[in-house]
Structures are given as structure tokens and as C-alpha cells.
């Protein structure tokens, strides 16, 4: 069974531009969620995603967004980008019961 | 709002001994995962806790979860280098349709030969 997907797996943008990560859940899950990872911190909640809808959302501006498409899988785009935005994204996927989340691989976005 | 802390932050353990890792939470929860990370890699599941006094063992690795005490514990035994990693406990939010994970602060563990 194949896992969570995402990409690209590394992303430099610049000041200003926007950034878009796509994130492919394991078949027959049906919720996706976002996670930012800066340098020194953990784990913050961005986005929940489930049957296309946005469910929950973390403390974070409005220029982090995102959509979950009919298939499941889900796009978060980053606009304005600013140099704390610098992270790993992790991207994990959930169906509903039992509610375990398994991650993908990351994307780092760095931005300059 | 519900707040997950992990002891200690950092644990610097040499091979062969053991110890424990401490994961406390704030408001009530039934559920609780502990995932490892590898450095710039992401999160692997560990183990899955869903009820007061469960306890489960993988390899030199045991987890117990006791509701009540809002507390699980990670316990390593007779350590080795390959467990050097950052473990988190995760614990599930309940609000009905918003229902979210919320991490602990994670513990960077370094085993020494």
C-alpha cells in the first residue's frame, strides 16, 4: 500500500512569491491534514481537509490557504512569502476512525 | 485549550541504560500516539494508546497511557544508538467535527556508545 505522498521535496522561493505543496493521501483516506515544522520548534497544526472541506484551521494568517480536491488529494499554497515561512511541511492523512495520522515524506521550503 | 508537554526536552543516554520519557497533557483525552523523527525526515508512527492503562511494547520500547493522570510515559530499555531520534507524543483534541492532534514539544534523545 503505497503511503502519504508529497511534493516537490524542496521548494526555494523568494521573498514575496507564493508557494504551492501538494500532498496525496493514502487510498480510501478521506482526511488530510498540514503541519508546519520550523527550525527549533514543533509540530503546528495549519489545515484540516476532509471530503473537501476545510474543517479546522491552526493559528496561522490568512495567506496560508489551501484546497483538498475530489480525489482526496490536497494543495496548500503559501502567499507573501516571508522568511520565517522557512520550514518542513508535513503533510499526514486519516480516515476518520480509528483517527491515526500517517505522514508523508515533507517538503522543505526555504525561503530568501 | 489543551496543552501537551514532553520532559525532559533533550536526553542524552549512554547504550545499555534506561529511561523514561514523560508526556503529560492538560485537558481530558482517551488517545495518544508517540512518533519518532529522524533527523530531516518525517514523523513514523510508534505506537497507538486508546485507553486508560494500555500499554504496548516494540522492541526495546514500551508505552502505557493512564487517562486519569493525563499522563503516558515512553520507556527505553537497555538503550542503542539506532533509537537516537526526536520522539513526540500527540495527543487528540475533541470538538466534534473539529477534532485535531496537537504535538508535544518532542524529545531529542542521543545515545551514546
Known amino acids: 500500500e503505497a503511503g502519504v505522498t508529497q511534493s516537490p521535496t524542496h521548494l526555494i522561493k523568494t521573498r514575496g512569491q507564493q508557494a504551492t505543496l501538494r500532498c496525496s493521501p493514502i487510498s480510501g483516506h478521506t482526511s488530510v491534514y498540514w503541519y508546519q515544522q520550523a527550525l527549533g520548534l514543533g509540530l503546528q497544526f495549519l489545515l484540516w481537509?476532509?471530503?473537501?472541506?476545510?474543517?479546522n484551521r491552526g493559528n496561522f494568517p490568512p495567506r496560508f490557504s489551501g484546497r483538498q480536491f475530489p480525489n482526496y488529494s490536497s494543495e496548500l499554497n503559501v502567499n507573501a512569502l516571508e522568511l520565517e515561512d522557512s520550514a518542513l511541511y508535513l503533510c499526514?492523512?486519516?480516515?476518520?476512525?480509528?483517527?491515526?495520522?500517517?505522514f508523508g515524506p515533507g517538503t522543505r521550503l526555504t525561503v530568501t | 485549550e489543551l496543552k501537551v508537554e514532553q520532559n525532559p526536552l533533550f536526553l542524552s543516554m549512554q547504550e545499555g541504560k534506561n529511561y523514561t520519557i514523560y508526556c503529560n497533557y492538560s485537558?481530558?483525552?482517551?488517545?495518544l500516539y508517540w512518533y519518532r523523527q529522524d533527523p530531516g525526515k518525517s514523523l513514523e508512527s510508534l505506537f497507538v494508546l486508546l485507553s486508560n492503562g494500555a500499554v504496548k511494547q516494540e522492541g526495546r520500547l514500551m508505552a502505557s497511557l493512564d487517562t486519569k493522570a493525563r499522563l503516558s510515559t515512553l520507556h527505553i530499555t537497555a538503550a542503542v544508538h539506532d533509537l537516537s531520534a526526536t520522539y513526540f507524543c500527540a495527543v487528540v483534541l475533541y470538538g466534534g467535527a473539529t477534532n485535531k492532534l496537537i504535538f508535544g514539544t518532542g524529545t531529542l534523545l542521543a545515545v551514546q556508545p
Open positions: 499526514a492523512s486519516s480516515s476518520l476512525t480509528p483517527y491515526e495520522q500517517y
Open positions: 485537558t481530558t483525552s482517551d488517545r
Open positions: 481537509y476532509d471530503e473537501g472541506e476545510e474543517r
